[in-house]
């Protein structure tokens, strides 16, 4: 199924993937933990945020790509929020649990993993660039990324997390 027709029917549903209680936590420590990262909120929120799923659906909707990954030897991806999926063409049973070194071409993973050993030792950056390739084998460009740590709520690694405000196809 195309990604804007999943995009559609999650809308519709009562209880969509993006909204488990596993996937709220992990919205939560996405959140929480960019905060700690960047002293800075990840989200715009339009008042009082009022509960866990209030916050969830609000990431889910933001315009900006919001994706992370477990912290596996081969990171697999945990979330993506509306438009990763759309960016990467791709449904939320086909993006997550993928090894998130596949939205990257072959031929730039040195330089995202070096990245992300970066983000190991300082558990935050800037202004990441990097290639990307979407569902459909088309590459495209992301600029302005940040990447942080996700932490758990014992301080413990849980994985890692991305955002980016600027791509554009090659």
């Known amino acids: 199924m195309h990604s804007k027709q999943c995009y559609k029917q999650w ?4 209880n969509p993937p993006w909204l488990t ?7 939560s420590l996405i959140v929480n933990s960019y905060r700690i990262a960047f002293d800075n909120s990840l989200i715009t929120y339009p008042g009082v945020i009022h509960s866990n799923r209030q916050q969830a659906k609000i990431l889910f909707t933001m315009p900006n790509p919001v994706m992370a990954h477990d912290a596996s030897t081969d990171p697999c991806l945990n979330y993506a929020n509306a438009a990763a999926l759309l960016l990467w063409g791709r449904c939320w049973d086909e993006m997550i649990g993928m090894p998130s070194r596949l939205t990257t071409p072959e031929e730039e993973r040195a330089k ?4 992300l050993l970066d983000v190991n030792r300082e558990h935050a950056i800037t202004n990441y660039q990097g290639i990307r390739i979407n569902s459909k084998g088309e590459y495209f460009s ?16 849980y994985g890692q997390a991305a955002s980016f405000n600027n791509w554009c196809r090659i």
């Open 21 to 27: 209680n596993q996937s709220l936590r992990l919205v």
């Open 142 to 157: 992301i600029k302005n990324a940040r990447i942080w740590t996700i932490w758990d709520e014992n301080n413990l690694i």
């Open 112 to 115: 995202r993993q070096h990245a």
């Open 11 to 14: 809308l519709q549903v009562n």
